[in-house]
């Protein structure tokens, strides 16, 4: 298709077979950088909650040569194709782009909820200046209140079955007819709510607030083992036992 389209705007001979060309190789690169936005930043999520132990020890560890999370990375990937090919069986491929609106959802969510914890956590230096003020009070939280509007709004209009691409009529009474964007982020939500209480029963230390305080500053090691960084030796920071050197919290690109 983008060897017609090509074609036709910018011509087959000279210049244009170029310019044909170097609108493929746009393209495939911008899906390897999509493929990558989708594994790295949720790789790096589930380090950090498993360093914290919100998650199983073994999302935690860190690959020697790398410096990365390598678990997590691969389990996020797998996790990433399944969805696709599954998604793109169902319903003729429409609930992939529905599943991409209802992301935004949560999307507002996460954001909205740092600024008013932004805000929340800087509530005691607010009056020392106008800047601080400003920075760490006033804008983050109209930020946060600007996106929670946002993800009201969005799920009002996205309950409406011609919102999106797929929808779904209850099969009993009122039988109502359910917008795909809303039951897809609903669904998302009640699985992520289920497996955090059943891993809040099995390992509550996180969900205490056992391993995570205001003033945590841990250091991940490559078997995803944490420590003080105030326990590391002086020098290059190589831990004692370790033979590569610790990675931050979020590992290294």
């Not at 946060?144 to 009474?173: C, E, H, N, Q, R």
């Not at 982020?185 to 969900?207: D, I, Q, T």
Request: with cysteine.
């Amino acid at each position: 298709m983008l060897s017609v389209l090509g074609g036709s705007v910018f011509g087959t001979s000279g210049m244009g077979s170029v310019l044909s060309h170097l609108l493929i190789l746009m393209v495939l690169s911008s899906a390897a950088a999509s493929t990558q936005t989708t594994i790295l930043p949720t790789a790096r999520t589930t380090l950090s909650m498993a360093v914290f132990q919100a998650l199983p020890r073994s999302f935690a560890r860190i690959h020697p040569r790398h410096l990365t999370p390598s678990v997590s990375t691969v389990a996020m990937g797998a996790t990433s194709v399944l969805l696709y090919v599954v998604m793109n069986f169902a319903a003729g491929g429409n609930v992939i782009a529905d599943a991409v609106a209802a992301i935004g959802l949560w999307i507002a969510f996460y954001y909205g909820l740092t600024g008013f914890a932004c805000a929340w956590y800087y509530r005691k230096t607010l009056r020392r200046s106008s800047r601080e003020l400003w920075l760490q009070g006033i804008v983050p939280t109209l930020g946060g209140a600007m996106l929670f509007f946002a993800l009201v709004w969005s799920i009002k209009d996205d309950w409406k079955p011609d919102t999106g691409y797929t929808s779904w009529a209850l099969p009993f009474s009122p039988h109502w007819d359910v917008g795909g964007i809303f039951l897809i982020g609903v669904l998302s939500l009640v699985a992520g709510v289920v497996l955090g209480l059943a891993w809040a029963v099995r390992r509550p230390a996180f969900f205490r607030g056992d391993v995570l305080g205001r003033d945590t500053s841990l250091v991940v090691l490559e078997d995803g083992s944490t420590t003080s960084r105030a326990d590391l030796p002086a020098g290059d920071g190589t831990y004692p036992g370790e033979r590569a050197t610790p990675s931050s919290l979020t590992g290294r690109h």
